[in-house]
């Protein structure tokens, strides 16, 4: 599947969905959906016990998950379950560390023994100790070693932690594409919609009419406004920015060549996000930015913006230009609460996030188009305004 189309990823999830509500939930099912019906090893005995293995995990994943729910509703299992098969999708030969690494890259951060009765606490552990007994010892070490990784500690900022990850994967460059898989991810699941926003319209076609065609009677949707969800356009362009730290980052750490599997996640994330940006630049002009000369007058001041090269800085704040000061004052901050605050800022002024969303389109095309490129001012230490 084009592993950064919405209405793909919509299926994905339905169909995990489906087997999950099931009766009599088969993990055999599952799991071979996951990896795509593909062997983990050639010989058929061992490839049959790290199966055995990899449904151990999954029970593990659906009692640890069972009454835990993501940010929109759906169950929280979907996550790792998700990424795990968009990272198979991109092999042909798959390990059984790799796979395990995607199940549980978020366990340490989400499973804490007081979110459950002492009794079933009990019965994870040992659940969980009888899958370690049953890989080889230099492969549970393995696994340890990249999931102390993918945690973020409570000290680091997501930049210090995103540094720390890079610097591990010097000696266990899987770690990179572990890391995309799961932001591809995050970042499809945004929305919960029956269609992509984007499958009825031709986007460019119709930001060249607002800019050129005078007889242009501007877009209009098919649908009502839906009602707000818990993340909203702010919070979804604060998710771009995350990928925009992630990839600079990633650019400027050189992975290690023959990484393909790291290029095609690379650019998979810089599609999807390029495509969040168009969805989010759609709906401001379908619903709250309607008249074209104000559209028109806008789009044209991020044009003149992206094109001196602004859009490629960290910037300060400076009082003239809308877009100045994006990263540096509405999405730096490592306090959620207090991140959560600046962003209802640009909700609350539709024409900066209506440029916002341009500068994000014109960052994740730079992606695609530079091998090179990253966002200067971005690093593991922070970022700093140029």
Request: with cysteine; proline share 3%; charged share 25%.
């Amino acid at each position: 599947m084009p592993l950064f189309d919405l209405t793909e990823f919509f299926k994905l999830s339905s169909a995990l969905n489906y087997n999950l509500s099931a009766a009599s939930l088969n993990r055999y099912t599952v799991l071979m959906y996951i990896i795509g019906n593909k062997r983990l090893v050639a010989d058929e005995t061992s490839d049959r016990e790290q199966k055995g293995i990899l449904m151990e995990a999954l029970g593990y994943l659906f009692n640890a998950y069972s009454e835990k729910r993501r940010r929109l509703g759906p169950m929280a299992v979907l996550h790792p379950l998700r990424a795990s098969a968009i990272f198979t999708r991109f092999l042909d030969d798959l390990s059984l560390v790799n796979i395990l690494t995607l199940l549980f890259h978020d366990i340490l951060e989400d499973v804490k023994p007081g979110q459950f009765d002492v009794q079933k606490w009990k019965r994870m552990e040992e659940q969980l100790y009888g899958l370690m007994q049953r890989m080889d010892q230099g492969d549970e070490s393995k696994l340890m070693q990249n999931l102390l990784c993918l945690t973020r500690t409570d000290r680091e900022s997501y930049y210090q932690y995103i540094g720390r990850l890079l610097d591990n994967a010097r000696l266990a460059p899987e770690l990179v594409a572990v890391k995309l898989a799961d932001r591809l991810d995050n970042t499809l699941d945004m929305r919960i919609d029956l269609e992509d926003a984007l499958a009825r319209i031709d986007f460019f076609e119709t930001i060249f009419q607002v800019l050129f065609v005078t007889h242009f009677a501007g877009y209009r949707p098919m649908m009502e406004h839906a009602p707000t969800t818990a993340i909203n356009g702010a919070r979804r362009l604060y998710q771009l920015f995350k990928n925009a730290v992630l990839l600079s980052l990633i650019r400027q750490h050189t992975p290690p060549a023959g990484q393909q599997i790291v290029k095609g996640l690379f650019d998979a994330v810089s599609e999807a996000s390029l495509k969040e940006a168009q969805r989010t630049l759609i709906h401001l002009m379908s619903y709250h930015i309607k008249d074209l000369k104000d559209q028109r007058g806008l789009l044209l001041e991020a044009m003149q913006y992206c094109y001196s090269g602004r859009s490629d800085l960290v910037t300060k704040p400076d009082g003239s230009q809308l877009l100045d000061g994006l990263f540096s004052t509405y999405f730096r901050h490592k306090s959620g609460k207090v991140r959560n605050k600046h962003l209802d800022i640009p909700y609350q002024n539709k024409p900066l996030m209506l440029q916002a969303s341009v500068a994000f389109l014109v960052i994740f095309l730079s992606f695609l188009n530079d091998d090179k490129y990253y966002i200067k001012g971005i690093s593991a230490s922070g970022i700093r305004a140029i």
